[in-house]
Each structure stands twice: as C-alpha cells, then as structure tokens.
C-alpha cells in the first residue's frame, strides 16, 4: 500500500513538471544567402563539420542549398540515431539516388517489407561456410594479381585495389561466369557505374551530366550480361551453387520469383557493399601501413607465425591475425570510405532539449566522430594498438566506431571487407616491399565513397625472403 501510495504521489509530481522548453537546433555560423553552406561544404566537408562540433557540441544544424540538414556527433548522439524508428529516421527517402545504379524496386527503392526480404536473401553468401570457401578464392586472386606485377615497378594503388577486389568480389558474391567477363568488358561496364555514386548524383541523380550518361549506359550492359547468364543457366537446366543461382532459384514469401532485373540489381548491390568500401579501405591501409615500418614489420612477422606450419591461407588463419586486422580498423577510423550516413526526418525529432523538424536530412559522420578526442586518444595518429588490451578504445561505447554505419542499417558484408583486405595485404606484404610517394595524399571528397586523391602511385619490389605460402 506504501509503495502504491509512494508510486501515485511521484507520477503525480512528475505529470506537474513541464516538459524542458523546446530550442531550436543551433545554426552553423557562415551561411550564404541561396546558397547556404554549400561552399564551405564542397572545399572541405569534413573540416566544416568538424568546425560545427567545436561550436556547438553533438548537435547543430546547417544549409547546403535549399535543404536543412543536422549533424549527430558522437557515440551518445549516435545511439540516439541508429535506434530512431525509420517512422521518424528514414534512409530510404535519402538513398533513392541509387536507383539508377541498383534499379527499380530492389534495395532503397522496395518497400520495406520487400527489402526485408532482399536482405535475407544474402544471408546464404556469408555464413561461415561460405566464408571458408572465400578465403581460399580470394588467396588464389590476390596471388595472381601478385603474380602479375612481376619483379618491380609502380602501381596506381586506388586503381590497382579497385581492379582486384572487384575479381575478388564478382568471383565471391556473384558467380565464376561473372568474373572470368571481368577483362572483357564488365570491369569497364562497372567502373562505369561505381562513378554515378557521386556526391551531385547525391543531390541530383538524373541531372544527364557525362558521368550520369555513362552509368545508365553501363547498367543495361551489365544487365544484358547478367540476363545471358542466367538465360544460358536455365537452358542447361541451372547453374553452379554460387549466388546468382541462389536468387534464381529463391522465391518471395508469396511466392513469386524474382524477375532478371530484381535479380541483377541484388547482385550489383551485393557487389557494391562487397567491393566499393573495401578498393578504398584497401587503399588508404596500404597508405598507413607504408609510413608506419615497424608496425608493418609486425603484421609480416604475424602472418609468418600464423602460416609457418600450413603454408596455406584459410579462415581460421586470417582470424588469428589481430595485428593486421587492428591495422584495417584504424583505416577506418581514420579514413572511413563514407563520410557520411544520412536519413530523412519524417516526424519531428526530440534530442535533449532540442527537436529537428520534419523534413530536415540528418546525419552523422564517421570522419568527424572517428577523430573525438574524448573517445579516441591522440586521435590523428595512426595507432592501432587503440584496438587491442587494454585500451580497447571502440569498447568504451557501442557506435564509437561507426564506419559500416550502424543499428538496423549496419553493413552486413563487414566481416566480408575485412576478411578481403587481410587476404590482400598479407599476400602482397609477403611477396612485395612497397615505397610510397612522400606526400601522404588528401581525401578525394568529390566522390561519394572517400578515397585518396589522384594520381597515388607506390613503387613495388619483389622480396628476397621465401613466401611463408607454398
């Protein structure tokens, strides 16, 4: 009866307090008539963000054109986001510009409930025995990529990532008939399509600027590659057990079966999520690995430990390298090939005291939060021990690092990327010496996933120590 009383008394005392006064969201200072922050934001968008969470904390708000957009910072503002329902935080509203790389109704452009089950779809093509067999594929591609660089010489690292993982990824998630058409057209047809994800294309996807024209072009190629495969599978009475025959073979709760077009636009985005992020995180973890010699010395020495008896790569062996693995994370910590995650409000949003209106986009940034000095100590260096006992930095809170996104919407190929880019540089560093540029490059921030600007060449030379791998 007392605690009943005691309970009455406090909801009562509680119904008397008013709500905390609603404020606006502070404004970013530096905003152009028309034009907003737009700029600002097109020199250095990571600069200016990270100026606005200097001024003003874990949540402002600025303009880039004729759109509001609010900036969540920060692993407490960050679970705030990623736990928003989609009723209030919605990504499908912010991602429709992929459409035209995807296509119609597959990924952001289904209905949730259809999407859902795309997702589940993928499940098949990374469980631990599918993983398995993709160690030892992508072990047997980076060899012959090694194989085909001979002695020495310089490569164009952004390219030369881009190339490989793209015959990792297509052999992987989509199928050998894929991969063996990689030289013989369909790298070029992809390419292609990877340069309408760009930051205009963000704003405006069907502007018909060179890039947007290459890109629509380049997906009717791919899908008149991929419909002939499939046409010749069904000829022959079906195909190999490799993805593409998984989702011809699938069928939608109802019981429909996917169309060639739903079917290629799975398999381009499976590709995407396999292959895009990591060209770049490969990339700048070569950069960093580079200028850091003896870190390096500990990666080659960890691979030898860890291949000295087998001579072969597998999965139980890639897991069992934490150094390589921590250097990976630091990348991308550091150079997170999205800068930006961003959803559409759709119902007004309360954070704190303050409430983001319906209509603004929100985002959060993993090139801003990712360098918090309050989360991750001397936050500019490239220390990846910040991942290992006892420091264990990305342990002091769940979205501390935020690079494959996270919450509902998280990455599900991330274990996939970092399996692919322990396999790439363990055989590369076991075959190769590397010397790069002495200018460490800037980011290109004119592309939609953040690479290092252009030209970044590294010189090469064949080790004389015997590969660890026989």
Excluded at 101 to 114: C, L, Q
Excluded at 210 to 226: G, K, N, Q, T, Y
Excluded at 294 to 308: D, I, K, P, Q, T
Excluded at 354 to 364: D, S, Y
Aim: aromatic fraction near 10%; include cysteine; glycine fraction near 8%.
């Amino acid at each position: 009866m007392a605690n009943q009383l005691h309970n009455s008394m406090t909801t009562a005392h509680t119904a008397d307090i008013p709500p905390p006064a609603e404020k606006p969201v502070p404004e970013l200072a530096g905003s152009w008539p028309l034009i907003g922050h737009l700029r600002e934001f097109q020199r250095d968008p990571v600069a200016m963000l990270s100026r606005g969470w200097r001024e003003h904390g874990d949540l402002f708000r600025f303009r880039l054109g004729v759109s509001d957009f609010v900036l969540f910072t920060g692993p407490d503002a960050h679970d705030f986001y990623f736990k928003a329902p989609e009723s209030q935080l919605d990504p499908k509203e912010v991602y429709r510009f992929t459409v035209p790389v995807f296509g119609r109704g597959v990924a952001y452009d289904a209905s949730p409930e259809i999407m859902a089950e795309q997702l589940g779809f993928l499940f098949p093509a990374l469980r631990e025995a599918a993983m398995r067999k993709f160690a030892l594929l992508m072990f047997e591609e980076a060899s012959a990529f090694a194989d085909a660089l001979g002695e020495e010489g310089d490569i164009d690292l952004p390219h030369a990532m881009n190339d490989l993982t793209v015959r990792i990824a297509s052999r992987c998630l989509i199928g050998q008939e894929v991969r063996d058409r990689v030289d013989t057209g369909f790298a070029e047809a992809y390419h292609d399509l990877q340069k309408g994800i760009n930051t205009l294309g963000f704003f405006l996807p069907g502007l018909p600027t060179p890039a947007h024209r290459s890109r629509d072009r380049a997906r009717r190629e791919i899908v008149e590659l991929f419909s002939g495969i499939m046409a010749a599978r069904r000829q022959a009475g079906g195909g190999p057990d490799d993805f593409m025959q998984t989702l011809m073979d699938a069928r939608y709760k109802d019981g429909r079966a996917l169309s060639d077009d739903e079917i290629t636009g799975i398999l381009l985005t499976v590709l995407f999520a396999g292959q895009h992020t990591s060209a770049v995180l490969a990339t700048w973890t070569g950069l960093e690995l580079f200028r850091a010699p003896a870190y390096l010395a500990r990666v080659r020495e960890e691979a030898r430990e860890v291949y000295r008896e087998t001579g072969s790569m597998s999965l139980d062996g890639l897991q069992r390298q934490p150094a390589l693995e921590n250097a990976v994370r630091e990348c991308e910590r550091l150079h997170p090939p999205l800068i930006l995650l961003v959803r559409k409000v759709l119902e007004p949003l309360r954070y704190g005291d303050h409430v983001v209106p319906a209509g603004t986009k929100a985002m959060v940034s993993p090139a801003v939060s990712h360098r918090l000095p309050h989360v991750f100590a001397d936050p500019e260096r490239f220390f990846p021990d910040r991942f290992a006992p006892p420091a264990s930095e990305d342990r002091q809170h769940h979205y501390a690092l935020i690079g494959f996104g996270g919450g509902k919407h998280a990455c599900m190929g991330k274990n996939f990327a970092y399996m692919q880019l322990k396999a790439i540089w363990t055989v590369l560093l076991d075959r190769f010496d590397f010397v790069a540029g002495a200018r460490f490059p800037r980011p290109n921030y004119g592309s939609w996933v953040t690479g290092p600007e252009e030209p970044c060449r590294v010189g090469y030379r064949r080790r004389a120590e015997p590969s660890i791998f026989r």
